[in-house]
T-cell receptor
């Protein structure tokens, strides 16, 4: 079955630690996105990538880093510089080439800082 | 400023009745589309309906329809014959036709009561 997988579903981190969230898709999509969801604030874009080995900052990139070495994978690292990392993180992917490509979302990862 | 406003944090409706969720937006982009996603308790994001901004005819998907008022920058969602499975958080927003970036509103929690 084609889709987007995110792992782990729940993640706990101690303050001062970096942690990496996994996102994999087998939809053959070129574009991938990372969003953060906080209560009452909807989803906000962290980083996005429209092609392998290239990515752009979104609206809240500070304290995060990404890589795009393979088309299928777009891992997100939450660094110790992110002051308030506890949130729900969603990965999405879409085709490119048309102006109105639907974004398909993964099931999300809940990150909690202890 | 690029913003999306959903003025109704919570709404409820009786099963089989009709409900309308409000949304206004502001963007300087000329190439964009509008959307509504739902997020049920499972937290999986599901596209409900979308409409390219250049189209005047309102989009419809089964029981879901929109009222798009471009001049007023309004994009409301009407759910007819509400079902218990419609209980979810609903996010309005717009997407850039150039970058693929999505801008989300804060969400409206809809409860369908039996």
């Amino acid at each position: 079955d084609g889709g987007i997988t995110q792992s782990p579903k729940y993640l706990f981190r101690k303050e001062g630690q970096n942690v990496t969230l996994s996102c994999e898709q087998n939809l053959n999509h070129d574009a991938m996105y990372w969003y953060r969801q906080d209560p009452g604030q909807g989803l906000r874009l962290i980083y996005y990538s429209q092609i392998v080995n290239d990515f752009q900052k979104g609206d809240i990139a500070e304290g995060y880093s990404v890589s795009r070495e393979k088309k299928e994978s777009f891992p997100l690292t939450v660094t110790s510089a992110q002051k308030n990392p506890t949130a729900f993180y969603l990965c999405a992917s879409s085709m490119v080439g048309s102006s109105y490509n639907e974004q398909f979302f993964g099931p999300g990862t809940r990150l909690t800082v202890l | 400023a690029q913003t999306v406003t959903q003025s109704q944090p919570e709404m409820s409706v009786q099963e089989a009745e009709t409900v309308t969720l409000s949304c206004t937006y502001d963007t300087s982009e000329s190439n964009y589309y509008l959307f509504w996603y739902k997020q049920p308790p499972s937290r999986q994001m599901i596209l409900v309906i979308r409409q390219e901004a250049y189209k005047q005819q309102n989009a419809t998907e089964n029981r879901f329809s929109v009222n798009f008022q471009k001049a007023a920058k309004s994009f409301s969602l009407k759910i007819s014959d509400s079902q218990l499975g419609d209980t979810a958080m609903y996010f309005c927003g717009y997407g850039s036709g150039n970058t693929g970036k999505l801008i989300f509103g804060q969400g409206t929690t809809l409860q369908v009561k039996p």
